[in-house]
């Protein structure tokens, strides 16, 4: 009956984690490519209209706003958004913000999205404007 019950527990031990509801790894990888998407646009808006382009970061609230179309972006709830911008950008205040020039440059900056061990970047280059997403190390 030990034994039975020992079973049970290393199974439920395996099993429970795979079955938590909430963001899966592949929905967070997901989240992090729409994360990208959203500030390809802005940095695609800002050369063909040749204006600067701002999109806006909240991360208490989790959302995102494109400064070329309104767009909204709103990752789930069990999500941990931390976002590391710039406090000014060409001499201004930053406020939130990831800039966008004519030229394709950007001030740069890094929303990290994390969920249990699993943790991707979303990284803006401050000098070429180039977005990347990395998968980090958990620590």
């Known amino acids: 009956m030990v034994c039975v019950l020992s079973i049970v527990a290393m ?5 429970l984690p795979r079955l938590s509801p909430g963001t899966s790894r592949p929905r967070l990888e997901a989240s992090a490519l729409e994360i990208a998407s959203l500030l390809k646009i802005d940095r695609n808006a800002a050369v063909k209209s040749g204006m600067r382009v701002l999109t806006r970061i909240d991360a208490s609230t989790r959302r995102l706003q494109s ?16 976002a590391l911008l710039p406090r000014d ?17 950007s001030c740069g900056g890094t929303l990290r999205l994390s969920r249990l061990n699993t943790v991707y970047e979303v990284r803006v280059n401050w000098l070429t404007g180039g977005i990347e997403i990395v998968r980090v190390p958990a620590v």
């Open 67 to 82: 400064g070329s179309n309104g767009s909204v972006l709103v990752v789930p709830d069990d999500v941990t958004l931390d």
């Open 89 to 105: 950008c060409e001499g201004r205040p930053a406020l939130s913000t990831i800039s966008f020039f004519p030229s394709g440059f």
């Open 11 to 15: 199974l439920v031990g395996i099993l």
